[in-house]
């Protein structure tokens, strides 16, 4: 189990991480989503020991991390931008990640890389950006680490690539009880793969709940309101958002399904039906309840 306490970091008077604490369990998948700048990068950067917190912890089965090589050796970082050694082909790679991998599947890789249509000898500075990801993401699973923490992973990836990528994650969870850690701007790519999410937002967490509560726990009505009745008036529900098109409304609603029926049912609507919200919508109706509202980006 991984779990950050108090968790900050600091970029001069940029506070990029901001007392975070966050608890991601074993066999889930943990996904890390957040507005531009929001500290995702640098929130995994300190959980994979990249970087030093200013203040806090970052423990796996309760050891720190940081500096810590026994610990390290659990997990394995696919960064945003890719690294290599220089002039390195995936074979080499493979050779050095065998000295920092105990576990580290020979064959597998080797299997991986033909079933890729990649060439093991030709130096990755030829590759393509998503062809470059391809390579990270074969010597992570390979690696045989405990956990895998990956930013933007599927950033650069053709779709089919990214289904196989998620099959590959999907696999392994299921035969050694892998951990993915997955932070993306793309959160329909998240949505049928995550078990938990994170939301991050001017470097704090503004949520961090399993995806299927979070969808139970928020929904949208779309409904036609007695003459005379606003919107405003529904005093029952906790209506986060309200949008009009004419009689019809579409109301942003905090609570449970149940909840939702019987408060928007005591008005006697015309009509009403209640909608599940996508995992995008969630996002964007909890980040404009903090501030980060599209029309005062426009306007």
């Known amino acids: 189990m991984i779990e950050t ?16 604490d966050a608890v991601i369990k074993d066999g889930s998948v943990f996904g890390l989503i957040g507005t531009n700048g929001a500290g995702k990068s640098t929130f995994l950067r300190m959980l994979s020991g990249v970087l030093r ?61 033909k079933s890729f249509e990649l060439d093991e000898r030709r130096k990755i500075n030829t590759f393509s950006k998503g062809m470059k990801k391809q390579v990270s993401v074969i010597c992570g699973v390979c690696a045989g680490t405990d956990y895998l923490f990956c930013d933007e992973t599927f950033d650069g990836l053709d779709p089919v690539m990214r289904q196989t990528v ?6 392994d969870m299921e035969e050694r009880n892998l951990t993915p850690i997955i932070a993306s701007h793309n959160l329909r790519e998240l949505e049928d793969i995550c078990d938990h999410v994170g939301l991050l937002h001017k470097g704090g967490i503004l949520l961090s709940r399993d995806l299927e509560d979070m969808k139970l726990n928020i929904h949208k009505i779309q409904c036609v309101l007695l003459p005379g009745t606003e919107p ?66 426009v306007l």
């Open 5 to 20: 306490k108090n968790l900050t970091k600091r970029f001069g008077d940029i506070v990029a991480v901001d007392h975070i």
């Open 53 to 113: 917190p200013d203040e806090g912890t970052v423990t796996i089965d309760g050891k720190e991390v940081f500096e810590n090589t026994l610990i390290k050796s659990r997990f394995f970082y696919i960064s945003d931008d890719q690294y290599f050694f220089n002039n390195a082909t995936p074979k080499e790679m493979m050779d050095f990640y065998r000295t920092v991998y105990p576990e580290f599947d020979n064959n597998r890789f080797h299997h991986l890389m």
């Open 166 to 171: 998620k099959s590959i994650f999907v696999g």
């Open 232 to 297: 405003e008036d529904i005093k029952d529900l906790d209506i986060m958002k309200i949008e009009r098109r004419g009689s019809l409304c579409t109301l942003t609603v905090r609570g449970t399904r149940e909840e939702i029926e019987a408060g928007i049912a005591a008005y006697e609507p015309v009509f009403a039906e209640i909608i599940p919200l996508t995992l995008e919508e969630i996002f964007i109706s909890e980040t404009e309840v903090a501030g980060y509202d599209i029309k005062k980006l």
